[in-house]
T-cell receptor
Framework: GQQVMQIPQYQHVQEGEDFTTYCNSSTTLSNIQWYKQRPGGHPVFLIQLVKSGEVKKQKRLTFQFGEAKKNSSLHITATQTTDVGTYFCAGRGGGADGLTFGKGTHLIIQP | NAGVTQTPKFQVLKTGQSMTLQCAQDMNHEYMSWYRQDPGMGLRLIHYSVGAGITDQGEVPNGYNVSRSTTEDFPLRLLSAAPSQTSVYFC????????????FGDGTRLSIL
């Protein structure tokens, strides 16, 4: 079945440093979605990428979808304490129904 | 507009007991799904439904049953709870399975002793 791998599992940064999480799929994805989950909360949709090579920005967050539509990244510039949480990518590929989520990257920020 | 509502928020069961986790949405979404979240495992799809009367298995369906008699409701049943089913369960809904954002409920934290 489809696998969505996400690295790193944990990332410690000082407040103000940049952060990047990477997502790789074993199959070509029709689209990819990114979610953020605060500690004790539920996943919240951030963005969806559909086109090969697509880049989207949301303030300090930059999302990229690879040319082959098998990988994606989320980059946060100048992290703030409000960025703390777990970031998940999710996608579907290989004809399977339902979203497959990566295991997430836990972002820990030290003031 | 309540969105996706899950009940209960917390539950403790004994091994072998049965239980139904409730999920309701008021957004007229056709697609609904159940995930379980365990430490280090991310979100794993249990069952999903693309519309009333239609359900299908996800990645980890064993030990769980679902039904979809209405568009609004998608309950998850544990017929004989096992300690391995201790987890946080999230229900999600969207207009379509993949190309639309998933709206998640607040989750049910289930412990099985």
């Amino acid at each position: 079945g489809q696998q969505v791998m996400q690295i790193p599992q944990y990332q410690h940064v000082q407040e103000g440093e940049d952060f990047t999480t990477y997502c790789n799929s074993s199959t070509t994805l029709s689209n990819i979605q990114w979610y953020k989950q605060r500690p004790g909360g539920h996943p919240v949709f951030l963005i969806q990428l559909v086109k090969s090579g697509e880049v989207k920005k949301q303030k300090r967050l930059t999302f990229q979808f690879g040319e082959a539509k098998k990988n994606s990244s989320l980059h946060i510039t100048a992290t703030q304490t409000t960025d703390v949480g777990t970031y998940f990518c999710a996608g579907r590929g290989g004809g399977a129904d339902g979203l497959t989520f990566g295991k997430g990257t836990h972002l820990i920020i030290q003031p | 507009n309540a969105g996706v509502t899950q009940t209960p928020k917390f539950q403790v069961l004994k091994t072998g007991q049965s239980m139904t986790l409730q999920c309701a949405q008021d957004m007229n979404h056709e697609y609904m799904s159940w995930y379980r979240q365990d430490p280090g495992m991310g979100l794993r799809l249990i069952h999903y439904s693309v519309g009333a009367g239609i359900t299908d298995q996800g990645e980890v369906p064993n030990g769980y049953n679902v039904s979809r008699s209405t568009t609004e409701d998608f309950p998850l049943r544990l017929l004989s709870a096992a300690p391995s089913q201790t987890s946080v369960y999230f229900c999600a809904s969207s207009y379509e399975p993949v190309e639309w954002p998933q709206h998640f409920g607040d989750g049910t934290r289930l412990s099985i002793l």
